[in-house]
């Protein structure tokens, strides 16, 4: 059964991965960045194994994302599974099922501050490009030629198709099987509150225990300078390259990253416009 960590790319998918991580080995291992990969994106290459001819063919994905995750849900074992792909179809084919979903977290961040990042991310040359990332319906996120190089025949994550921030969110919204919404900005603001609803509704659905001080061991070890630290020291794999072949920090600016501070009021006022509903519903307006 998989466990999916849902997110518009951006939004805190990379921290919330590894605090589940240090919530369940932290005690035990000495966790760093590559300890992500026990987390990795679905739909991944190594997901398809005899399904797929061609890994780029969106309609082939599609037509096989409940057939893949059947063939690796017959061992009953339990998945965890980040992805950005939106919930719902693609020329009908469903990207899940009840069958196939233990449960989902969907953690969501003020798009305000998701397109800083985003701009970073994907080397886009200025905001108004981001916002047109941000606001595109048909987003379609794929490996950019310097990624492609880089995994060359290793296994890789597959094209996803994500949408706007606004159709992303409202798809796993839609989620009626064990489904909790967490705001990045919780997580900021109060992470213990924040992370103790994550701590309690894994928990639940996996008949775990765990203490307050593994809570809060958890909370230490995957803090945002933590992090920074790790890939300040390490690397990170999951970073993005620049055309020159340089590669983007991938742990940017996290908690400092003030939308107030950074973005043009024209640029402010689209957003807000644009998916005025929504935020005004999850609070940011």
Do not use: C
Not at 114 to 120: A, D, E, G, P, Y
Not at 158 to 187: A, F, R
Not at 190 to 206: E, R, Y
Not at 218 to 241: D, P, Q, R, V, W
Request: hydrophobic residues 35%; charged residues 25%.
């Amino acid at each position: 059964m998989i466990f999916w960590l849902a997110s518009y790319p951006k939004s805190g998918n990379t921290w919330l991965r590894f605090f589940i991580l240090s919530l369940l080995m932290g005690g035990k291992t000495d966790l760093n960045l590559n300890h992500l990969k026990a987390i990795i994106s679905y739909p991944d290459k190594s997901h398809f194994k005899g399904l797929l001819s061609d890994t780029l063919n969106l309609e082939e994905i599609a037509k096989n994302w409940i057939s893949s995750q059947n063939k690796m849900n017959l061992d009953n074992s339990i998945r965890f599974f980040k992805t950005h792909n939106m919930l719902g179809r693609f020329n009908n084919y469903p990207f899940t099922n009840a069958s196939n979903t233990l449960a989902t977290i969907h953690i969501v961040r003020d798009p305000r501050n998701v397109i800083t990042s985003l701009k970073n991310h994907y080397n886009l040359n200025n905001y108004n490009e981001a916002k047109n990332f941000l606001f595109f319906n048909k987003q379609i996120l794929t490996l950019s030629k310097q990624e492609k190089e880089k995994y060359s025949n290793k296994n890789h994550p597959l094209p996803q198709i994500i949408g706007s921030w606004k159709t992303h969110y409202l798809s796993w919204k839609n989620m009626k099987k064990n489904y909790l919404l967490v705001k990045y900005e919780d997580l900021i603001t109060d992470p213990l509150n924040g992370f103790s609803k994550i701590s309690k509704f894994i928990s639940q659905n996996l008949k775990l225990k765990f203490s307050e001080e593994q809570i809060l061991n958890a909370i230490k070890l995957s803090s945002f300078n933590n992090l920074e630290k790790m890939e300040k020291t390490y690397g990170f794999t999951e970073s993005s390259t620049n055309t020159d072949g340089s590669k983007n920090k991938f742990f940017y600016l996290g908690p400092r990253n003030n939308w107030e501070t950074i973005l043009d009021k024209d640029i402010i006022d689209e957003i807000n416009r644009e998916f005025e509903i929504e935020m005004k519903e999850l609070k940011y307006l």
